[in-house]
T-cell receptor
């Protein structure tokens, strides 16, 4: 089974702190994603990556950055946390199709990291 | 840009009754469509997916969904709900033109009455 592991289930940080959220997947997936989940808004894409050292902005990248130094690991960084970044953060991964074409898009999710910024 | 609307924020259903969750999407070409379920404190689990072919798709846990292109809908159904089906359900749309990104709806929370 695919396993996507997020290092912290619950974090409490202060405004202005630098926050790192780590995500590791064990299925050699090329694609990795960070979403945030808020009540009534569903999941919104922050950043994604198709390959090592590659990143693309999603729909709400402001206030976030990412790092992908190894294929299995994708980190989300909040350079200076603010209270409006209090949320559930979900990491996901997916693979390219066997033919090398575009992925069918099925995502495999971690259990989430609930961040509270005070 | 693609978008997904789940009109119902909350649905309460009695155990043993049928369930239908609505999903409407907006996308110019043939989409890839997904339903995910999230149990309390958990990540999202894939229930079913549609890429092409038969428009009635069977998934896990007794769920099915029907793709209706004319209505831009992908509604999820279950004939008889179990208490363990209480969860939040998310519809998502993806497409080749958008790469591998999925766009999610706002979710529908299902409560099951005994």
């Amino acid at each position: 089974d695919v396993k996507v592991t997020q290092s912290s289930r619950y974090l409490v940080k202060r405004t202005g702190e630098k926050v790192f959220l780590e995500c590791v997947q064990d299925m050699d997936h090329e694609n990795m994603f960070w979403y945030r989940q808020d009540p009534g808004l569903g999941l919104r894409l922050i950043y994604f990556s198709y390959d090592v050292k590659m990143k693309e902005k999603g729909d709400i990248p402001e206030g976030y950055s990412v790092s992908r130094e190894k294929k299995e690991r994708f980190s989300l960084i909040l350079e200076s946390a603010s209270t409006n970044q209090t949320s559930m953060y979900l990491c996901a991964s997916s693979f390219l199709s066997a033919s090398g074409g575009l992925s069918t898009g099925e995502l495999f999710f971690g259990e989430g990291s609930r961040l509270t910024v005070l | 840009a693609q978008s997904v609307t789940q009109p119902d924020i909350h649905i309460t259903v009695s155990e043993g009754a049928s369930l239908e969750l609505r999903c409407n999407y907006s996308y110019g070409a043939t989409p890839y469509l997904f339903w995910y379920v999230q149990s309390p404190g958990q990540g999202l689990q894939l229930l079913l997916k549609y890429f092409s072919g038969d428009t009635l798709v069977q998934g896990i846990k007794g769920f099915e969904a029907e793709f209706k292109r004319s209505q831009s809908s992908f509604n999820l159904r279950k004939p008889s709900v179990h208490w363990s089906d209480a969860a939040e359900y998310f519809c998502a749309v993806g497409a080749r033109a958008a790469g591998n990104k999925l766009t999610f709806g706002g979710g529908t929370r299902v409560l099951v009455k005994p």
